[in-house]
């Protein structure tokens, strides 16, 4: 299997200018950068450059992957809009990390899934998890949490240690964390467990902000409407920030933090409760299919007698097919003799059908 690698970085706050995307040209002889998005493929051969210094000096998010089992997702955020202390609690040596580059914290999501993805081709999927840099911004952790739950089924991590806090909202994922779910493999069952634990997500009104927003000076009106005429970027995060500080929340009733074993004994129980129930959902349907069969059933013998008149593969495979099915009706209706002594003339009349013998031990359909 060749190798194949695929790096894509974009722009949010601001785009490239004409210098900045001729350096980024001079780090490979097929990227074409645009305004906003650089996109890099390989399929021998290596980056120019370290991806995290690149992402730092001009761009706000990055993806990667690679067939052989890495998977990467980076956002850059400005410093002063970030609280790290925040972010650490989530933090998994190899996985997770965030550090400082001059006026910048870089967030770093990496896993690496020892089997690989075997054919791969990457393209669109930062457009569907961009938005989660926002998201941190607005200080919605609910995507350091998901990291959180896919890295710990991939390090040996003390079973005994204590989940980070479990964010507001993970019962009602939006549209890009459910991208990430699914596009990083998060397992269904540990996050059904974590969203149990998941307060409701507090919304602050329209009257809330606006009585905020009264409380402000002239001075600090004027300034933040001169910030939004120089067009600066994430003046509406810095400002709901400020104003945030202002607003007092009712406090959020926190449930008990689980242990990393306790998450894992309460997915695997989600698990075959959730088996459980698609069985018996499968089986009511399967009853339901054979009382609908019943009224077929005489049919259905007449159907089979036709279609083993004629010694060829096909027929011998819908007639199996029809046999199977009185067969399991048979069972409901507590009826085996009458099925086995008809099937047994069959296989009495047809001994030397090698083929539709054959395709009946496949079926388990044997004589007796």
């Known amino acids: 299997m060749s190798e194949y690698q695929y790096y894509e970085f974009q722009t949010i706050d601001r785009p490239l200018n004409d210098k900045e995307r001729e350096a980024i040209s001079q780090l490979s002889s097929r990227v074409e950068p645009t305004a906003t998005r650089a996109i890099f493929t390989y399929s021998y051969g290596d980056f120019r450059g370290n991806p995290q210094d690149i992402l730092a000096k001009y761009f706000d998010a990055m993806y990667y992957v690679a067939n052989w089992g890495t998977q990467q997702l980076m956002f850059r955020f400005p410093k002063s809009l970030i609280d790290i202390k925040q972010i650490q609690p989530y ?32 393209g669109g999927e930062l457009d569907e998890v961009i938005d989660l840099r926002n998201d941190i911004l607005q200080q919605d952790y609910r995507l350091l949490y998901l990291v959180w739950l896919k890295a710990i089924t991939l390090q040996d991590i003390d079973e005994a240690e204590y989940e980070p806090p479990v964010p507001p909202g993970l019962n009602k994922l939006s549209r890009s964390l459910t991208a990430f779910v699914e596009l990083f493999g998060v397992n269904e069952y540990l996050l059904k467990v974590a969203a149990k634990s998941s307060n409701e997500t507090i919304s602050i009104n329209d009257e809330t902000w606006l009585e905020t927003i009264a409380q402000l000076s002239r001075k600090e009106c004027d300034r ?8 600066e970027p994430n003046l509406a995060i810095q400002f709901k920030q400020k104003l945030s500080k202002r607003i007092t929340s009712p406090p959020s009733k926190n449930k008990s933090a689980r242990s990393i074993l306790q998450l894992f004994k309460s997915a695997e129980q989600e698990e075959r409760e959730d088996k459980q129930k698609q069985q018996q959902e499968a089986e009511a349907k399967r009853i339901e299919e054979l009382k609908q069969f019943a009224s077929q059933a005489t049919q259905a013998w007449s159907d089979i007698e036709r279609l083993l008149l004629v010694a060829q593969a096909k027929p011998y495979e819908d007639a199996v097919k029809l046999l199977v099915k009185l067969r399991d009706l048979a069972v409901y209706q507590n009826k085996q003799p009458e099925f086995q002594r008809r099937l047994n003339y069959i296989h009495e009349k047809y001994t030397r059908r090698v083929g539709l013998l054959r395709r009946l031990k496949n079926a388990g359909l044997h004589r007796q």
Not at 224 to 231: A, C, E, R, S, Y
């Open 91 to 122: 933090c998994i040596e190899d996985c997770i990390s965030v550090s400082k580059i001059g006026n910048y914290v870089i967030l770093d999501i990496c896993f690496n899934i020892e089997e690989g993805f075997g054919w791969i081709e990457g």
């Open 224 to 231: 933040i409407l001169l910030q939004l005429l120089k067009g």
